[in-house]
């Protein structure tokens, strides 16, 4: 077909756009996801038996905000990337932000600490287990975001994906905190981050064949 | 003529509100933005893929037109999905970069695995010969064609095609022995 013929064609539909709202949309996928995340991780893991006396302590709230700010930035970033055009250097800045804040702070605790306990605050008693149950916990989140996000028109489809994939993991950690009993900011800042960040990867890798349009 | 920002954006706004003739004209003046965009960048070679280009392109903005932001320019929401489709195209063409079944013979009748490291050395001796007669050795020896065909195709007898291969030849051997020595 002729492209002059396609433009006729084209320009004679003159229906309403189908509204693309992208900040709905991803609302509604990660809320979707989450919820699954938390039965998973509450019937799998079960939550921490002393949340009740843990939420009076600093380190609790670290590990919640720390997870729920990257979400955010995430979110922000990934709402960016959701449709063509929209500069994305903000949120960008905002998860390096976030990243050099967790980074400080795990330093500062670590330099403070006795020389003979360092090792204990980044690997605590669970570094085995924690990227990997992250991960876990975030497929549901991820699921849900990728069918958000296809719905959607990301033009940079790595970078989607990534954004979609540190979202998913950012939530996936933020649910596995209600479980998990580590308090200290290294461990956080070194396990938690891989965990999160190894889903960012997979979104990458996954976003090139699945948010095609 | 190519339209400018605010001329597109209104068009894309009174065709949004139902305003098939200003769309028309948007849609007109984009697939002439978009054909020269992708002609630029894809060559002369592949100017009928720069024009199935176009119209995947307008399809997608028509499909997708939802998702253009009012409060944004539309130049970069079109350069966006051009630039998309531009870069899916090349990956698409790359994966499906593949030979005619005709050809599958060539490619697996040899095990070149072995070859290869005598190859490497071959070349490297080639290297060292001067253009002229590294080109006629190459079209001789390596790419098996006759001393007349070389002839034909560099401009020279055939005769003196016979005698620089066998210079280069005598050549090749002395400078292999020689590096057969130094190891």
């Keep these: ?213 | 003529m190519i339209a400018d920002e605010t001329e597109l954006r209104a068009w894309m706004m009174a065709g949004m509100a139902g305003d098939a003739t200003a769309y028309r004209r948007l849609l007109d003046a984009l697939s002439r933005h978009l054909r020269a965009f992708y002609s630029r960048r894809l060559g002369p070679a592949l100017r009928s893929d720069a024009e199935d280009l176009v119209q995947e392109t307008l399809i997608a903005m028509h499909a997708r037109r939802g998702t253009y932001d009012s409060a944004q320019p539309l130049t970069a929401w079109v350069y966006a999905i051009a630039r998309y489709k531009l870069i899916d195209f090349l990956r698409r063409k790359r994966l499906r970069q593949t030979l005619p079944l005709e050809e599958a013979g060539a490619i697996f009748a040899a095990d070149e695995s072995e070859s290869a490291g005598a190859r490497h050395d071959v070349e490297k001796l080639l290297a060292t010969l001067p253009a002229r007669s590294r080109a006629v050795l190459r079209s001789v020896k390596l790419d098996g064609l006759s001393v007349a065909e070389t002839a034909a195709q560099t401009g020279m007898s055939e005769s003196a095609v016979k005698v620089s291969v066998h210079r280069a030849m005598k050549n090749l051997a002395a400078k292999a022995d020689g590096a057969g020595d130094e190891n």
């Design chain 1, 1 to 213: 077909m002729k492209t002059d013929e396609l433009v006729v064609r084209l320009s004679a539909d003159t229906a309403p756009a189908p509204l693309s709202r992208p900040v709905p949309t991803l609302l509604m996928g990660l809320g979707a996801g989450m919820l699954v995340s938390l039965v998973i991780m509450a019937v799998w893991l079960g939550i921490r038996p002393d949340l009740a006396d843990a939420i009076h302590t600093a380190s609790y709230w670290m590990k919640f905000f720390y997870t729920a700010l990257l979400a955010a930035a995430a979110f922000w970033l990934t709402e960016r990337l959701s449709r063509p055009g929209a500069r994305a250097d903000r949120p960008e800045l905002g998860l390096l932000a976030l990243l050099a804040a967790i980074a400080v702070a795990a330093a500062f605790h670590l330099g403070v600490a006795p020389p003979g306990e360092r090792m204990h605050l980044v690997v605590g008693s669970s570094a085995d287990v924690c990227p990997v149950r992250i991960l876990i916990l975030s497929l549901p989140v991820f699921v849900c975001l990728f069918w958000a996000l296809r719905n959607l028109a990301p033009t940079r489809l790595i970078a989607a994906g990534f954004a979609a994939g540190l979202l998913a993991g950012a939530t996936g950690a933020w649910v596995y905190a209600f479980h998990c009993d580590e308090s200290a900011t290294p461990f956080v800042a070194v396990f938690y981050t891989l965990g999160i960040a190894a889903v960012g990867a997979l979104g990458g890798a996954a976003g090139r064949f699945l948010l095609r349009w």
